[in-house]
């Protein structure tokens, strides 16, 4: 790289201080330059550009070579056990989100009797796609980490699983039917009063896709669709209405803090409550919490 300009990189937020389980992302804007990137993943690594630009980046790994324009929406993803090589960034970026997914979400877990069948190794080095969904989870993801909600760790879970799925229906070198297996089947109504059990006893507690599924003894994979299937809607978007309720309830009794209750309901911070409880109900929790006192 004598005589080139290095590319540079800035951290715009980041999962690390989130709850998030089986999932990381960092939003990141880079300036133009040559990156090298040396040694091999140890996750898949999704990019997507959030905000674009007119910016050509530019890949090489081995023979392989590709230029993608950076506009909103264009993809990467680099598996597992890839070595990246050089990307040259013509121009700067103003945001790319990097979401990185361990390589137990490309292999089924056997809670629902299905042998695990690894299917790492066939995923593709895909360059500059355009992926429309892909690019929707990643939206979905970015959105998240600059606006906490009340039920985000359990959203970047099944966004988690949503994105590889994905990746494997459309970037992968083989079928794997027992992704496919049931699409439409819901749980049965043992299962999900079992699950809506287990999340009304702890909507103050970690709730996570991997506990519910093994509540519900599934897979990940067919767990987070089943319960879509059995409730009308995704285990977060469940919690996160339960969540509300919760707080209500709690902000109804004033004789607990509103810090208190944010973290009680597993938020980061009170600021990151408040904006969540406003975007939900139209108004603050002390709002809420005078109204019902009045």
Request: hydrophobic share 40%; glycine share 8%; with cysteine.
């Amino acid at each position: 790289m004598d005589g080139e300009k290095r590319g540079s990189s800035k951290l715009l937020a980041s999962s690390q201080s989130r709850a998030w389980s089986g999932i990381s992302a960092e939003l990141r804007s880079h300036g133009d330059g040559v990156v090298a990137w040396k040694g091999h993943r140890t996750t898949t690594e999704v990019c997507v550009c959030i905000q674009g630009s007119r910016s050509v980046v530019s890949r090489q790994r081995g023979d392989l070579r590709d230029r993608t324009v950076a506009a909103r929406g264009a993809t990467w993803l680099s598996p597992a056990g890839t070595a990246e090589g050089l990307i040259d960034i013509s121009d700067p970026v103003p945001e790319i989100l990097h979401i990185h997914l361990p390589s137990t979400h490309f292999s089924l877990d056997g809670r629902d009797g299905t042998q695990a069948r690894p299917i790492l190794e066939s995923l593709r080095y895909v360059t500059g796609v355009r992926d429309p969904l892909l690019a929707e989870i990643a939206y979905a993801l970015a959105s998240e980490l600059q606006a906490e909600t009340s039920a985000g760790a359990m959203l970047a879970e099944t966004l988690a699983v949503a994105l590889a799925v994905r990746i494997v229906q459309n970037h992968c070198g083989r079928s794997d039917g027992a992704l496919a297996q049931n699409p439409s089947a819901g749980l049965d109504p043992r299962r999900l009063s079992r699950v809506l059990g287990y999340v009304e006893d702890n909507l103050e507690g970690d709730l996570t896709i991997d506990r519910l599924a093994s509540v519900a003894c599934l897979s990940r994979f067919h767990f987070v669709r089943s319960f879509k299937a059995a409730v009308g809607r995704s285990p977060h978007r469940y919690v996160s209405a339960k969540r509300l309720d919760r707080a209500k309830t709690l902000l109804a009794s004033a004789d607990r803090s509103l810090v208190d209750i944010a973290l009680t309901l597993q938020f980061s911070c009170q600021a990151n409550f408040t904006r969540a409880f406003r975007h939900a109900t139209g108004q603050t929790p002390g709002q809420y919490r005078r109204n019902c006192a009045g």
